[in-house]
């Protein structure tokens, strides 16, 4: 059973070419994160939501639109790709806010990645 | 801002060895939570260890244990007894409720485990 899932796992594409990436969590959980590793390693955090509402978006440029229809989902559209993007893109979900008497977990669970190549 | 900084690009330690990998924060909160992320070349993100700052006591998950020192925004991670599948990335993570709950993540750290 996969917690959180991504796809594609690898996506090649031009420049100047629109495309998205899926994210789906079957963890129950309230707030799924994007985050974005660049070649150095680096992890920072894009956005997250919380039962669909934008919490956090982290000066992204606006060719970056996270869409969620629901808690359990999370995805990323890219449109006029460049070649600083190309990274790999983490999704991660966590439980934030507990329900009355739930537990929150605070651990962020993430996805394989995506390996986002733009030539 | 908060802001994590891991010193040591990269550890090397022989099998069955302790290795500690240092990580130091910058924060003006006083409850947060501090994790251990490994990323082997899978590239999949493990939890290895969390810290809740209001707890005094060290944690600790088998050969990982970590040495929390609050007052000096110290939150370094040791591997005991060294595995050669212990050999990834390791990330520091420091998570702030007031910052909408994202993870800062360090520069990371390459752990080698030479047999």
């Known amino acids: 059973d996969t917690a959180v899932s991504q796809t594609p796992k690898y996506l090649v594409t031009q420049m100047g070419n629109d495309k998205s990436i899926k994210c789906e969590q079957n963890l129950g959980h309230d707030t799924m994160y994007w985050y974005k590793q660049d070649s150095k390693k680096f992890l920072k955090i894009m956005f997250s939501y919380n039962n669909k509402e934008l919490i956090i978006n982290e000066t992204v440029p606006n060719r970056f639109s996270p869409k969620s229809p629901d808690k359990a989902h999370l995805n990323l559209h890219i449109n006029s790709l460049e070649l600083g993007d190309s990274a790999v893109y983490f999704c991660?979900?966590?439980?934030?806010?507990?329900?009355?008497?739930?537990?929150?977990?605070?651990?962020?669970?993430f996805g394989p990645g995506t390996r986002l190549t733009v030539t | 801002a908060q802001t994590v900084t891991q010193s040591q690009p990269e550890m090397s330690v022989q099998e069955a060895e302790t290795v500690t990998l240092s990580c130091t924060y910058d924060t003006s909160e006083s409850d947060y939570y501090l994790f251990w992320y490994k990323q082997p070349p899978s590239r999949q993100m493990i939890l290895v260890i969390r810290q809740e700052a209001y707890k005094q006591q060290n944690a600790t998950e088998n050969r990982f244990s970590v040495n929390f020192q609050k007052a000096a925004k110290s939150f370094s991670l040791k591997i005991s007894d060294s595995q050669l599948g212990d050999a990834a990335m390791y990330f520091c993570a420091y998570r702030s409720e007031a910052a909408g709950n994202k993870l800062t993540f360090g520069g990371g750290t390459r752990v080698l485990v030479k047999p």
């Open positions: 991660a979900s966590s439980q934030d806010l507990g329900a009355a008497g739930g537990p929150k977990s605070y651990e962020q669970y």
